[in-house]
């Protein structure tokens, strides 16, 4: 029985010649991974372009549980308005779609979590000022959908210290650590209309976060994406 629902793309690998293997997040079966054949064939631009990472697709799927699976029908559903002309927005949506893939792990139907991405990802796209802390709003906001919401600014960097034997594994010494704390503090109460004094600082909170994700997911491992959006967002 088919099944129709929306989805996130959120990575895709190459398959055989022309093929993909593409994990999405969708609506009504959560995580899952598709084969998609001959989207790599020359000519085929258009088609790949609609699985690259936070693309919105509206969708008709065999259901799966656990393995390959595939999609009878997709389109796109919101194509993006800003995004491919940023280098910023684009950089900072790598990430994102990144952290999702990597912490986002159910197979099984979240509306809420779903919802959340799906409206964070359209407002992005639509604003043209002000995303300078949007990439550190939004983690705040998936920890809290994942289970593990970020707590005081205090709490965050004493897990920090206390999990890494009183070093940060930051490249940062606790007492520098802690003069973060008033910035992070804003963050949380307000992400989005933080007044944070530089790029400096808002790269150390980044770090920072992404640290406290990796305290809480188990395998999260290196973020890849994590240098480049820094060194974009350094000024």
Do not use: W
């Amino acid at each position: 029985m088919l099944v129709k629902t929306r989805g996130i793309v959120l990575n895709f690998i190459k398959f055989k010649e022309s093929s993909i293997i593409v994990r999405i997040y969708t609506e009504e079966l959560g995580l899952q991974s598709y084969i998609v054949n001959s989207v790599r064939k020359k000519g085929s631009a258009s088609r790949i372009a609609l699985f690259q990472p936070f693309t919105l697709l509206d969708m008709v799927v065999y259901p799966g549980k656990g393995g390959l699976t595939r999609i009878s029908e997709y389109k796109c559903s919101h194509p993006f308005m800003t995004v491919p002309y940023d280098i910023r927005k684009s950089s900072i949506l790598l990430f994102l779609s990144e952290m999702v893939s990597r912490t986002v792990r159910e197979e099984e139907e979240n509306r809420p979590l779903f919802g959340f991405l799906h409206n964070a990802i359209l407002l992005f796209d639509q604003m043209e000022t002000g995303f300078e802390n949007f990439h550190l709003a939004f983690l705040i906001q998936l920890a809290n959908y994942l289970g593990f919401g970020v707590p005081s600014a205090d709490e965050v960097i004493t897990q920090i210290a206390f999990e890494m034997g009183g070093s940060s594994g930051l490249g940062n010494s606790l007492m520098q650590l802690q003069q973060l704390e008033p910035y992070l503090t804003e963050v949380i109460k307000d992400a989005e209309g933080a007044k944070l004094p530089n790029g400096k600082v808002r790269r150390e909170l980044l770090q920072l976060l992404v640290r406290y994700f990796q305290l809480h997911v188990d395998q999260l491992g290196e973020i890849k994406s994590l240098p480049v959006l820094s060194e974009v967002l350094s000024e």
